[in-house]
T-cell receptor, first 113, second 109 residues
């Protein structure tokens, strides 16, 4: 049973650029969610995908977008990067049904300069 | 006011001490999660609770649905328990996980 893998682990981008972060979900998990964690704070929910459809979204602007693929892996895209987008981005997967817990990846540390 | 509140924010203990971290929430939930985050950033799921009490090794988690309160206890604490402990809830209103701000635990030898 594989865990959740995120890539890259670290990334430095310039303000205004675009970035794509990737997440492979745990085997058998069909739901993937993304979170932004600023330094010293708890994670904030960005959005969730279930079977390739977005089924929940947090208070993030449209320049944060995502995709889920048929193998349930996922991407988070951020356009027009701002300095405040610097954070740890976490991905988590879970199986079908509320009785399943979450498996988290190790995160991607994004720095916008 | 955050929907999920944790206390304390920071906790320093001596090895062997009994530790309690508290979590209160103000929304309807289907489950509550206790998570552990180490300095590298990765998060490990410790417990998922919808009622009662769960125990795993030296860790115990309890939840009181009527009072909207949960506690995480660590018995015989050890320096390797040093980490950030985060409470998170599955809200019944939507497909999302809402997190507390975390409790930074430091256990000194």
């Amino acid at each position: 049973e594989t865990g959740v893998t995120q890539s890259p682990t670290h990334l430095i981008k310039t303000r205004g650029q675009q970035v794509t972060l990737r997440c492979s979900s745990q085997s058998g998990h069909n739901t993937v969610s993304w979170y932004q964690q600023a330094l010293g704070q708890g994670p904030q929910f960005i959005f969730q995908y279930y079977r390739e459809e977005e089924n929940g979204r947090g208070n993030f602007p449209p320049r944060f977008s995502g995709l889920q693929f048929p193998n349930y892996s996922s991407e988070l895209n951020v356009n027009a990067l701002e300095l405040d987008d610097s954070a740890l981005y976490l991905c988590a997967s879970r199986g079908q049904g509320i009785s399943y817990g979450y498996t988290f990846g190790s995160g991607t540390r994004l720095t916008v300069v | 006011k955050n929907e999920v509140e944790q206390s304390p924010q920071n906790l320093t203990a001596q090895e062997g001490e009994f530790i309690t971290i508290n979590c209160s929430y103000s929304v309807g939930i289907s489950a509550l999660h206790w998570l552990q985050q180490h300095p590298g950033g990765g998060i490990v799921s410790l417990f998922m609770l919808s009622s009662g009490k769960k125990k795993h090794g030296r860790l115990i988690a309890t939840i009181n649905i009527q009072e909207k309160h949960s506690s995480l206890h660590i018995t015989a604490s050890h320096p390797r328990d040093s980490a950030v402990y985060i409470c998170a809830v599955d809200e019944t209103s939507g497909s999302r996980l809402t997190f507390g701000e975390g409790t930074q635990l430091t256990v000194n030898p």
